[in-house]
């Protein structure tokens, strides 16, 4: 059966459209309270980029290079990670694949979570945790120091419709995305999930560390 420039050309335009498609649903990430990704992460950094180039990383199962963007940064403290400063982050070259975009102009900061590699580097997607340092809440940068350590026991369950509840006494129950129609509402910009003495976890907001009778307390 002959074939005619016109159905060789949609085939193309399908195959083009079907490879975009594809693409543009490679990264899919479910969405996770800071402190979740906090004790998810090997590495969480503030630091500013400093540079940008993209780099080979050895080859893929045909030969072909693999290609990573490499940021240079300048780091301004470690929350968490190994007894080195990161001085390079890795990430894919596009965002279908998870690459992360940031401002390499080194005026910006940013807190950086995600995998350690050797040698003071990282590597992170768009699933990982990654703002603007001046965008976080006092609450959220004093969880950084301490407070979401404190809770890594727990389990933040995310609330996919009403009614939800937990199901241990080791969950805290997120319901910004139900009640307030945003990942990031109250919860997440306010309030952390501490393990208490009776090693159930609650909800607690505040800038100082709990106090003693927040911990001790038999309810939440």
Known sequence: MPFTVNGILCTLALLVLWRSEELAEACSCAPVHPQQAFCNADV??????????????????????????????????????????????????????????LDANGKKEYLISGKAEA?????????????????LSNTQKKGLSQRYQMGCECKIVRCPSLPCEISAPEECLWTDLMI?????????????????????????????????????GEEP
């Open 119 to 135: 040698g003071g580097r990282m590597h992170v997607t768009l699933c990982d945790y990654i703002m603007p340092w001046d965008t």
């Open 44 to 101: 969480v950094i503030r630091a500013k980029v400093v540079g940008e180039r993209e780099v080979d990383s050895g080859n893929d199962i045909y030969g072909n290079p693999i290609k990573r963007i490499q940021y240079e940064v300048k780091q301004i403290k470690m929350f968490k990670g190994p007894n080195e400063d990161i001085e390079s982050v890795f990430t894919a070259p596009v965002s279908a694949v998870c690459g992360v975009t």
């Open 180 to 216: 307030e129609k945003q990942v990031y509402g109250r919860q997440a910009n306010h309030y952390a999930c501490i393990k208490r003495a009776d090693n159930s976890c609650s909800w607690y907001r505040g800038v100082s560390s709990p106090k003693k009778e927040f911990l001790d």
